[in-house]
């Protein structure tokens, strides 16, 4: 079992002809994703790998192929104007990797999805895994293990560093989900943390946080209150300084508040075993399931 | 990205927001004849820094104080004269201080409150928030602290924007006299605008002001702007100074890398961001101290790595390297390139500890080890961090 992606889920890949779309569309297939169609404005009727469908817009897409999620590559200026026509196509689950999206647009996309039922993962994030089933990202396929560890993260390299660790333990993944480092994103650590607890295939959970906000605070007090599965965590940038954006637009400490000392205070309060170093992330999970 | 105090002045008055006249000078003849144009005998001048405490200041040549109270247009020009091209010392610069190159020249108004108001993007409700006190002038946070109950928040819906009688709202919860609320809410209005017409992230007004005549001006504004919306506003990008940067970070910039200078003495070059926060803290962890914060980003080139590398070891503070790469899109091998061609170019000056990881790392490492460079292989990332933390002492 799994969470948001398995092997029925057939994807769609909005900006497919572009360099890095097509690159990462490729390597999904190649992973064993069911790529069933690309979206590019005015390059319909294209065939992607002379295999994928290429149509002018995702309605069109939907219509024809059925596709119930989407991969977004589209670039910044254009990406949130992609995100809600993938909303409007009525597609379910919309993942988009792109980086550098203006805060007042993801505002925007946010507020105007709020009367959708479908659920945005990213942007700024490297994508979601069920390893074994489906890839949608631009992840390492490689270093996953089917297995029931979930991961859920803000940060790219951090979920591979973690996710190397528990597969070089002997310990896979169910899904691995990164929500990305922006400061408006589309799903939260605990709503993601909240699906893994009612996952009957996910048995412990990796939450990899960093500054910034109070995403980290929240899903600690609900699995406080409410989580029935381990759960171990990790936050980076205890020595960012105040005031500094570190790479992610979120990763920043603004006023006092979104310091690592605080969501480290929080998680621990919480029940939750922190890895004291980005290399004790899967020994710390480890640690708590042997509580 | 931070601007100039003029500049954020010339955003209030395209925005239309009451503020005090004045203008920028980067003569003593510019400064006096801006003050002779203001007509008044109550003048003031301001250092143009980035760096707050500029009342409190000292220049390097013995003048006190970045901000001085004048009576006339010659006692304008002559204190401009002690300013400009002078280098002011203030908590925030360093002992390095910065070097003004230009003042700006206001009318000083009398006050007779400080108010506070601010507008921001609250991330917990994925909208902008203002935030207003009644307490203006000092720091946000020691009001926040002691007084909560005398600061306001009011959530703004991001697709109606900022209502008319949201405006009148917030004028009288800061208590702003009947016959004043329209011009109050006029000014919050235009701030509004102007916070999104340009893709603010947070713009402060401390203080907001009622003069003794009963005016209302934002007599102080910083900003923030967006970095990932600077592309759509060409003139937000104009007003960067390049002067007030980190040379370190404008050096990077121009490579498209993502660098931050700190104070220790051990650089890294990391891939993504949070695995970079994550390497800092743990050399902190094993004792060091990072001399910066380097993303090199998913898709990184050989020559991005060398540019990146150059960066690095132009700083004389360094004393080691730690190259941290989970390769994913990133190739192990072409880092491992990159690291080759920069050592050969700069005469690698200190030890280098490098840790591989991901995509094609095989051929990474083959590529370090027939290359005959000293260096340090890692194992994992708590090796590495052990090493150079080692090397480094």
Known sequence: MSILVNKNTRLLVQGITGKSGGFHAKSCMEYGTNVVAGVTPGRGGELFESKVPVFDTAHEAR???????????????????????????????????????????MMKVKAAMKSSSSRLIGPNCPGIITPGECKIGIMPGYIHK??????????????????????????GQSTCVGIGGDPINGTSHLDVVKMFNDDPGTEAIIMIGEIGGTAEEEAAEWIGAHCQKPVAAFIAGATAPPGRRMGHAGAIVSGGKGTAQGKIEAIKAAGIEVAATPADMADALLRRMAR | MNIHEYQAKELLDLFQV???????????????????????????????????????????????????????????????????????????????????????????????????????????????????????????????????????????????????????KLARLLEIPSDRVKEASALFENLYKL?????????????????????????????????????????????????????????????????????????CLVNGAGLAMATMDIIKHHGGEPANFLDVGGGATE???????????????????????????????????????????????????????????EAGRKLLAESGLQLTPATDIADAARKVVAAAA
């Not at chain 2, 010659?74 to 230009?102: C, F, N, P, W, Y």
């Not at chain 2, 009963?214 to 960067?240: E, M």
Request: net charge negative.
């Open chain 2, 195 to 267: 916070f999104i017409a340009r893709d603010c992230s947070m713009v402060e007004v401390n203080p907001l002001v009622i003069t003794t005549e009963g005016s209302i001006l934002a007599l102080d504004a910083k900003f923030n702007f967006d970095d990932n919306a600077l592309y759509r506003h060409p003139d937000v990008q104009a007003y960067r100074d390049i002067e007030e940067e980190d040379p370190r970070e404008v050096e990077a910039s121009k490579f498209n890398l993502s660098y931050i200078g700190l104070d220790g003495n051990i650089a």
């Open chain 1, 63 to 105: 219509r024809e192929t059925g596709c119930n999620a989407t991969m977004i590559f589209v670039p910044a200026a254009g990406a949130a104007d992609s995100i809600l026509e993938a909303v409007d196509a009525g597609i379910e689950l919309v993942i988009c990797i792109t980086e550098g999206i203006p805060v007042l647009d």
């Open chain 2, 18 to 168: 009451a503020n005090s006249p004045g203008g920028v000078a980067s003569t003593p003849e510019e400064a006096e004849k801006i003050a002779a144009s203001l007509q008044t005998s109550d003048l003031v001048i301001k250092a143009q820094v980035h760096a707050g405490g500029r009342g409190k200041g000292t220049f390097k040549n013995g003048f006190r104080g970045g901000v001085h109270l004048c009576a006339t247009p010659a006692e304008i020009r002559d204190t401009a004269s002690r300013m400009l091209g002078e280098t002011l010392v203030t908590h925030q610069t360093g002992e390095a201080g910065r070097v003004v190159r230009k003042v700006l020249v206001a009318k000083s108004v009398a006050i007779r409150k400080e108010l506070y108001f601010a507008i921001l993007i609250d991330r917990a409700v994925s909208g902008p928030v203002i935030v207003a006190s009644t307490e203006g002038g000092v720091n946000i946070e020691e009001v926040a602290e002691h007084t909560p109950e005398k600061i306001f928040h009011l959530a703004v819906d991001p697709l109606l924007g900022l209502q008319a009688h949201q405006a009148r």
């Open chain 2, 303 to 361: 020559q991005q790595v060398t540019e990146a590398f150059k960066i690095l070891v132009a700083d004389s503070r360094v004393k080691a390297i730690l190259v941290n790469i989970f390769g994913g899109i990133m190739k192990c091998d072409v880092i491992a390139q990159g690291i080759i061609n920069a050592v050969k170019a700069v005469n690698l000056p200190v030890p280098l500890v490098v840790r591989l990881e991901g995509t094609n790392v």
């Open chain 1, 146 to 171: 089917p297995g029931a560890v979930g991961v859920v993260s803000r940060s790219g390299t951090l979920t591979y560093e973690a996710v190397w660790q528990l597969s070089s333990r002997g310990h």
